[in-house]
């Protein structure tokens, strides 16, 4: 733990990156990608990929069960009537299309949220539950704003209470650990 505005005494002269040993440069780059990580934008840029690929699963899940439903041309009824390979170009194409729209909403939620909830933090210097809560309704209403104010304030209400109960979940101590290999 370092702390801020406290004189140490001297610190030796920083090394160019010539002077260094190889081990030396690995560490200094992995100080500062872990500096980097730790950092909101690292943190909003980490939450929006992974929000990103998430959804991409999640969408293509989702779309490989539904093709149950009609083609939507009227010379053709449903989508079994087609070829098979008329059947599986469709298929892949909507599966292609529904997986990159849910991932683009997962990673737009994530970046947006993380990035809410690490400047809140960072402004309150506080870790606690309000934070979470916080940017849950800032993110929610943000992204309900265009169906007016009562869309917003539902999406407030509606992500605040997820974000509440997801950080509460995290939190909980809901069984102590066993004391010993014996107490199972």
Partial sequence: MSMIGVYQGPQPPKKSLQEMTQQEQAEEGAKYFVDFMQSCPGKTAMAGVSGFALGGFFGLFMASMAYDVPVGSDAVKHISDLPFRQQMKLQFSDMAKRSYSSAKNFGYIGLVYS????????????????????????????????????????????????????DMYLSSDAAPPPKNDYDL
């Fill in 115 to 166: 990035g809410v909830e690490c400047t809140i933090e960072s402004f309150r210097a506080k870790h606690d539950l309000y934070n979470g809560v916080t940017a849950g309704c800032i993110t929610g209403a943000g992204l309900a704003i265009k169906g007016g104010p009562q869309a917003a304030a539902i999406g407030c209400a509606g992500f605040a209470a997820f974000s509440l109960a997801i």
